[in-house]
């Protein structure tokens, strides 16, 4: 879809109400919906983090929107599939401002070059007891991407196409922190399986963008 179509219908998502937990559950282990009913998330404190999904043009003025492979290190999110984002850090003044900061420390993007246009849905994780803000953002004018290499193994351009198409929702049988081998909604992007956190961030942006394209 061409990004400056893509850019006029997608703002109107501004205007529309977060469907949050009805989104989240479609992708979402039947085991972690009954985890959290019986688990008092408050209790436990949880960090708090901010992440941005990015959507910009690629060369042809086609869209694109940006994810990240972590790299491999000693933690539970070790290379999994994500968005740009973070943990908040002192001098952080909003979730915002982490996730636009987080987003220029992994991948370059100036906090000045995007225009933040959704504050989505906040989603617990309980691997890492991260609360965690998504945003949704549009990059106009891209620059090309700056990894940074201590923490992105690759960058994950994704068609805007193929994200919207359903016929890239799978069930894939992996093991999570709830049980081992169990059947997962996810994501095939780029090759990719995207699950957990990430794709129920990804599923209340399909079921907001559905509404305006």
């Known amino acids: 879809m061409d990004f400056n179509e893509?850019?006029?219908q997608a703002l109107k998502i501004k205007n529309l109400p977060l469907p949050g937990e009805e989104s989240h559950h479609k992708?979402?282990?039947?085991?972690?919906?009954?985890?959290?009913?019986?688990?008092?998330i408050q209790k436990r404190n949880p960090k708090q983090a901010g992440v941005l999904a990015l959507f910009y043009p690629d060369l042809e003025q086609q869209t694109k929107?940006?994810?990240?492979?972590?790299k491999a290190y000693e933690g539970v999110h070790s290379n999994q599939i994500g968005f740009p984002g973070g943990k908040v850090e002192e001098g952080d003044r909003s979730l915002e401002e982490t996730a636009l900061r987080e987003t220029?420390?992994?991948?370059?993007?100036?906090?000045?070059?995007?225009?933040?246009?959704?504050?989505?849905?906040?989603?617990?994780?309980?691997?890492?007891?991260?609360?965690?803000?998504?945003?949704?953002?549009?990059?106009?004018?891209?620059?090309?991407?700056?990894?940074?290499?201590?923490?992105?193994?690759?960058?994950?351009?994704?068609?805007l196409s193929?994200?919207?198409?359903?016929?890239?929702?799978?069930?894939?049988?992996?093991?999570?922190s709830y049980a081992k081998s169990i059947d997962v909604p996810a994501y095939k992007l780029n090759g990719y399986t995207v699950w957990g956190a990430t794709a129920m961030m990804l599923s209340e942006i399909q079921d907001l963008l559905e509404q305006v394209l």
Do not use: C, H
Request: hydrophobic share 40%; proline share 9%; aromatic share 12%.
């Open 65 to 70: 929107m940006l994810l990240i492979l972590r």
């Open 162 to 176: 193929d994200f919207l198409d359903n016929g890239n929702r799978i069930e894939e049988t992996l093991s999570t």
């Open 27 to 40: 992708m979402s282990p039947t085991m972690r919906i009954q985890w959290l009913i019986s688990n008092d």
């Open 104 to 159: 220029f420390e992994e991948v370059g993007v100036l906090p000045t070059a995007v225009e933040v246009i959704k504050e989505l849905s906040e989603l617990y994780i309980p691997p890492s007891n991260f609360m965690v803000r998504p945003y949704m953002g549009f990059y106009p004018e891209p620059k090309p991407f700056v990894k940074q290499q201590s923490e992105v193994e690759a960058l994950v351009e994704v068609n």
């Open 6 to 8: 893509f850019y006029q």
